[in-house]
């Protein structure tokens, strides 16, 4: 893990410390950078680890670490009876709960202060109070601070809470009474979606939170999502450390938080403060909290929760204050005082940052799991910062979140720290898998984002400038087929795109025989390779069509220096099989691969990009993007995330890894398109399965439970077309 935070401020190193043996009852990136700190303050750290996490960046980091159990969660990291037991072979005296899993477990927090371990977090009545958002709500009532119009009861029937629905209006948000992390949670338009969106959320909420009661709120639309990080200790010492801005988000998951809020006005920033300091002091409360408010267009703000926890963004309030907030758990956790007072809390800069995931963007941000095949950050410095939990060649687990790491940047004004960020994306590479991180390169970007003009539907009203701005297909390909053959070149025995001569099938054959080489030689005439190489239409960035798949032939002649280079493309028609061959097309390209780094000169024209070269793919990355190329003898099947052939029949697929939770249909079943058919849920995320055409369903091949991998044919599906055809004939 590499993080980069100022020197902190000191606590009375004289205080009797109660704890030097801590326990992390976490995983992945929030693991790692608990230990960073702890283990710099001298106190021993203890890992817990799934079956999914036994090679983990913080099982290798940690001082000792214990096997929990199976990969999915309720059976390791929330399974809270053998965590105490590990915290009690390890002989630990305090857990960290991290966030996420067990942080605002209230039943955890109360099992640990029995077995006499410290819980690195506030009260259980807090925990408890908090926790319950209905409840919350009724005490920030009481305190005065602004509530949105809601129902926030008891009674959970679906008869109520339709009744209370209409009541509210439209558009509403469903929301998990016991949620967070963006999970649980559903805009509602219409009374028609009620039912049906009640009953997802509530799946979702008993999924990640093991309960499904719901509040039932007014969706408050062109508004701001603006925090505040409070701090209290034991001695009635409360204080506020600036705001975050968390307001762009999809799926109600945050992508980019910024501190402090931009375009704030002072007065709603002391107001802000004020307000979630005697929200923390109406609870007794103790360490770190954020209190989390809506902000709208006529500057008025309103309550929306309180996390009990440390918060996934709390870096950037540690880069504008030079705190490590961490330690400042630590130590409150061993009954210190808190070290500053308001007015001694000093603000510096803008600090800007975003979450690495391994989704999909370009189809509705589906989870990714899979392998990390190459991986390059970029630069730690005092502007640059990375938390992450992951090295080169992990896996990306489909049982739990699919962050793979904070990149946070700062500098002395937003606008800087915004370079900063669109610098430190270009040099962010990771190939194996899908990620995020072209389309943050385009989020930075936008206008709107460089002017502020923020909200919580950013992503919905800037659609139009998240389009990835094509990239140059030719260049892609000739860089990608120029480290094949400078890779060739270093090592010839290792192709594996070209098909040798019979001869080579000897095994006595002498290697330094033009018969054994892999180089295109032939006799009087100058050396020719073939490269074949295949783009799917899951690359938007690229200029293919929705339905396309194209697949392309390079032809490298061999020059006096370098190669003369012919494309030829076709493009390959999913749905109507139909093929279509394009001019061909010569470059003059030279070069120079020095591991993953390659120089090129295409028609006299000096670029660099970055390759990645595997069995089945390669992966360019060049103008602030990455191109996946599949080679033809190794393509691998179910690229897309949908394989449909209306021809004879439509294989609806798997997106993702993850567990069905319910089939919506059944064989002979007539459905229209759009029609939910499958239900599915992966890192604590449900997905639905819709019907892309109409027809009746032939075969179901999966039950309620089963867990399926990415690509596994769920249905078969007879489009109406084929039918009524059928009929005619």
């Not at 939170?209 to 509040?215: H, P, S, T």
Request: charged share 20%; net charge negative.
């Amino acid at each position: 893990m590499s993080h980069q935070v100022s020197l902190p401020v000191h606590f009375n190193k004289h205080s009797n410390k109660q704890f030097n043996k801590l326990l992390i009852a976490n995983r992945g990136e929030i693991a790692c950078r608990i230990i960073t700190t702890a283990q710099r303050l001298g106190i021993k750290c203890v890992a817990i680890y799934s079956a999914a996490d036994s090679n983990a960046l913080h099982v290798k980091m940690a001082d000792e670490a214990f096997y929990l159990g199976p990969a999915p969660a309720t059976e390791s990291y929330l399974n809270s009876q053998r965590i105490l037991t590990i915290a009690q072979q390890a002989n630990v005296q305090a857990i960290h709960p991290g966030y996420g899993f067990l942080s605002e477990n209230a039943a955890f927090a109360q099992a640990c202060a029995q077995q006499g371990l410290i819980f690195i977090g506030p009260s259980v009545e807090a925990i408890t109070t908090m926790g319950s958002k209905s409840a919350a709500k009724a005490i920030m009532a009481t305190a005065d601070v602004p509530l949105i119009p809601g129902y926030h009861g008891k009674a959970q029937d679906e008869k109520t809470l339709k009744q209370h629905s209409l009541k509210v209006g439209y558009p509403q948000l469903l929301k998990a009474v016991y949620g967070g992390g963006g999970k649980g949670m559903r805009i509602v338009h219409h009374p028609e979606e009620f039912s049906q969106a009640l009953a997802a959320t509530k799946r979702e909420a008993m999924a990640s939170f093991g309960n499904d009661d719901m509040l039932i709120e007014r969706y408050l639309t062109k508004t701001r999502h603006v925090e505040i990080q409070i701090f209290s200790d034991n001695h009635g010492n409360c204080i506020y450390l600036s705001q975050r801005d968390c307001s762009i988000q999809r799926r109600h998951q945050k992508i980019l938080e910024e501190a402090p809020a931009p375009a704030l006005p002072l007065v709603t920033q002391i107001a802000m403060g004020e307000a979630a300091v005697a929200a923390a002091q109406a609870i007794d409360y103790q360490g770190a909290g954020t209190v989390e408010f809506l902000y709208d267009e006529q500057g008025l703000f309103y309550f929306m929760e309180m996390n009990t926890r440390l918060q996934v963004e709390h870096p950037v309030t540690e880069m504008i204050t030079g705190l490590d907030l961490v330690e400042w758990q630590l130590h409150i956790a061993n009954d210190a005082p808190l070290p500053l007072t308001q007015t001694q809390v000093k603000i510096s800069g803008h600090a800007i940052e975003v979450r690495i995931y391994a989704e999909d963007t370009e189809h509705d941000f589906m989870p990714a799991s899979g392998k990390i095949t190459y991986l390059s950050q970029p630069n730690i410095s005092e502007h640059v910062r990375i938390d992450t939990g992951v090295i080169e060649g992990d896996e990306i687990s489909p049982y739990y979140d699919p962050m793979i790491a904070k990149l946070i940047v700062w500098d002395h004004t937003r606008d800087l720290a915004i370079t900063r960020l669109q610098a430190a994306l270009s040099d962010y590479k990771i190939a194996g898998i899908k990620t995020n991180i072209g389309f943050l390169t385009q989020l930075s970007q936008v206008p709107a984002l460089q002017r502020a003009a923020l909200n919580t539907d950013f992503l919905l009203t800037h659609a139009a400038d998240l389009v990835p701005t094509p990239v140059n297909i030719n260049y892609v390909l000739l860089l990608a087929g120029l480290a094949l053959q400078l890779q060739q070149q270093s090592t010839p025995q290792l192709d594996v795109i070209n098909t040798p001569h019979p001869a080579m099938h000897n095994t006595n054959q002498d290697m330094n025989s033009p018969w054994a080489q892999t180089t295109g030689w032939r006799l009087n005439q100058p050396a020719i390779n073939t490269v074949k190489l295949t783009i799917s239409n899951n690359s938007h960035h690229l200029d293919i069509k929705e339905d396309q798949e194209q697949q392309y032939s390079l032809s490298f002649t061999t020059l006096a220096q370098g190669y003369q280079v012919q494309i030829n493309d076709h493009f390959h028609h999913n749905n109507q099989k139909q093929k279509h061959k394009k001019q061909q097309q010569d470059h003059q390209i030279h070069g120079e691969l020095d591991g993953p780094q390659l120089t090129a000169f295409i028609d006299g024209h000096r670029i660099k990009a970055t390759v990645d070269i595997s069995q089945s793919q390669i992966t360019v990355f060049y103008a602030a993007r990455s191109t996946v190329l599949f080679r033809q003898t190794t393509m691998q099947k179910n690229v897309l995330p949908t394989s449909i052939d209306t021809e004879l029949e439509t294989k609806i697929t798997a997106p993702m890894n993850g567990v069905i939770v319910s089939v919506l249909c059944q064989v002979d079943q007539v459905v229209d398109a759009g029609e939910p058919l499958v239900v599915m849920e992966a890192m604590k995320m449900e997905c639905n399965i819709n019907a892309p055409v109409a027809g009746t369903i032939t075969t179901v091949f999966y039950q309620e439970g089963d867990m399926v991998e990415d690509g596994a044919e769920l249905i078969q599906l007879t489009p109406s077309l084929i039918l009524d055809n059928k009929e005619q004939a």
